[in-house]
């Protein structure tokens, strides 16, 4: 399997909005230049992949993506996740990858174990849709397409549930990868309390 990974990342001004007023502008932009960090650093250490691009029309997002020797994958200008995600799938066929993986760039604890599995577990099947739900279970915080545009992503409200659907309607194979690691995202003020809680990063 030659595996692409993709991490769409809006401009570091409009990131994580809903978290205002809690955090301040600065305070926010920083926190989701870390979380791109961290999620960069576990892909690049996985060492699964034979293409990795961070999407994005910010300049310092790309600049971050280089310094970790991810492929920049321009936006004229920020048209939404799906959007990000649709552009993805083309640089990764065009790259001749036959399974892509979105990932979101706010899961702050994500490991090279989770996306070594979810690639495993992605070996087996000539075509599948593998996904990982948030705690919730009810939105995806790692998306496989095995090819690539397997289905068109359905990020937003629900879409594990829409992710889940659009895999059956193609008569694909649908997964469920299930990680503490990666289940938790940040997008609402109490994902920060969570967050500065150390103990309740473990099981």
């Known amino acids: 399997m030659k595996l692409a990974v993709a991490v769409p990342m809006k401009p570091f001004a409009l990131a994580k909005a809903r978290l205002r007023p809690g955090l301040g502008d600065a305070a926010r932009q920083k926190l989701a ?9 576990a892909v690049a250490a996985s060492r699964v992949a034979e293409a990795c691009g961070v999407v994005s029309a910010d300049p310092a997002a790309l600049a971050l993506a280089a310094e970790h020797g991810f492929e920049t994958i321009y936006e004229e200008e920020p048209r939404g996740y799906n959007a990000a995600a649709a552009r993805a799938s083309a640089w990764a066929q065009a790259r001749r ?6 990932l979101p760039a706010d899961l702050p604890l994500l490991t090279p174990t989770d996306i070594r599995g979810i690639a495993n577990l992605a070996s087996i099947y000539n075509k599948v849709v593998i996904i990982a739900p948030d705690a919730t279970q009810t939105g995806t915080n790692a998306l496989l397409l095995r090819p690539p545009g397997a289905i068109a992503s359905a990020f937003g409200e629900n879409s594990f549930q829409h992710h889940c659907a659009a895999a059956s309607a193609a008569g694909l194979s649908c997964h469920s990868y299930h990680a503490h690691s990666l289940a938790h995202d940040i997008d609402w003020p109490s994902d920060i309390d969570w967050l500065t809680q150390p103990s309740l990063w473990h099981p």
Not at 33 to 41: E, G, K, N, T
Not at 97 to 102: F, G, R, V, W
């Open 33 to 41: 230049a870390d979380m791109l960090r961290h999620v960069l650093a």
């Open 97 to 102: 990858c036959d399974a892509l993986l979105i």
